[in-house]
């Protein structure tokens, strides 16, 4: 067994020519699946069942089944249906790349709102009330008292999580996709070279993760520089 | 239920060489987390699946040159791989409940002559336990989880018979769903059974009546 250089040196820029793929499918489901949580948690905020009962519902089912059966359903499944086959959704459905975005957003979208809740939970209760006997109003109180505080609350949970999505891109490999994992793997085919291959892969996904959680520290000492001492 | 055991077992020693007072295996632990942390599950189920193939291969071809190939079952690489994957998040779950059991406890033990082997075992472990119980539930619900993953090396395991049978049947749909309906009455189970356990971790934390 030897380790070919020259190999991840003639793969690399191959791979990393799925970088742009990567980013495209990480940045839009993490928006997408952003406000996807936002309209969630409020949802499970309100008092009404009809509201909360259904996103729990989501919550539950999306986080208890593997994201790859997600995606499966989605790509192989749903044009089971002639329905959806003669839908407006069909052009989007029919990409390999539009059902990978939906997968992603709706799973990632489950468990940021979850994050989110336990952010909003975790506001002290002595300060809203201190703003209603300041006189502010129910949303007066959210956007004032409880967004700001929770963002900081939520950045550490959130951005595992956006960590995560960006693994669970690599999952969209198998359904057709050539980001960064779906080329590697062809040239995996090719060569019969994992070790080079997926080694170096595995290099550039942790300099991802390392930026990504570089950039939240930032953010995260940004957002609580007040109480720095 | 074997990547379960595997994943217990790396999480502890993991968690032992981090707060150990060897630079070494500190610094060894802290690799193995921030590799098998920060890349993709797939990737490091592809990796041990085709990389352990070759390496073997190379292995026993040093002893008896004639062996061409050698095939590693899918089972243990995908165990393998998936308890790697979880014992590295496991293995922070620990550190931070160790690092939550109260010196006084570790203390008290000292003075009453038990050995460094005795508290790890009698004081150490089960209030820690006790702690990491909540964030082991979740890792135990990724585990699950994950093994999805293995259907991509091709073993027959849940996802990999449901694109078999669409393959027959013609209907990916329905297929696909019993699957999904599966993962979730299993995670259902690990749920509610990790909530039993952390009742009973706290019961004599419960007011007498």
Known sequence: MSFDISLILDSLPKMLSGIGLTFQLLILSGVLGLLLAFVLLLMRLTEKWYFSVPAQVFIYVFRGTPILVQIFIIYYGLPQFEAIRESIFWPILREPFGCAILALTLNTGAYVSEILRGAVLAVDRGLLEAGSALGLSRSQRFIYITS???????????????????KSTALASTITIFDMMGIARTIVAETYAPYEIFISLAIIYMIFTFFIQKGFGYFENFMSRHIKK | MASLLLMVIFGLIGAAAKLSNSIIAKKIANAYTIIFRGTPEILVVLLIYFGSAIALTSLFQLFDPS????????????TFAIALIVGSYATETFRGAFLG????????????????????????????????????????LSLVKDTALISI???????????????????????????????????????LFVMGLEAYGRSHLRAAK
């Open chain 1, 148 to 166: 700001p505080l929770a963002i900081r609350l939520g950045i550490p949970p959130y951005s595992n999580d956006v960590i995560s999505l960006l």
């Open chain 2, 67 to 78: 062996i061409k190939y050698v095939d590693v079952p899918p089972f243990w690489a995908g």
């Open chain 2, 101 to 140: 059991v109260e010196p006084g406890s570790i203390e008290a033990a000292r003075a009453l002559g038990l050995s460094n082997l005795q508290t790890f075992v009698y004081i150490r472990i089960p209030e820690m336990w006790r702690i990491a119980l909540p964030s082991f539930g979740n890792h135990m």
């Open chain 2, 153 to 191: 090396i091709g073993l027959n395991e849940l996802l990999f018979v449901a694109e078999q049978a669409t393959a027959t049947t013609g209907k990916p749909f329905t297929m696909f769903i019993v699957v999904g309906l599966i993962y979730l009455g299993i995670s259902t189970v690990i749920t």
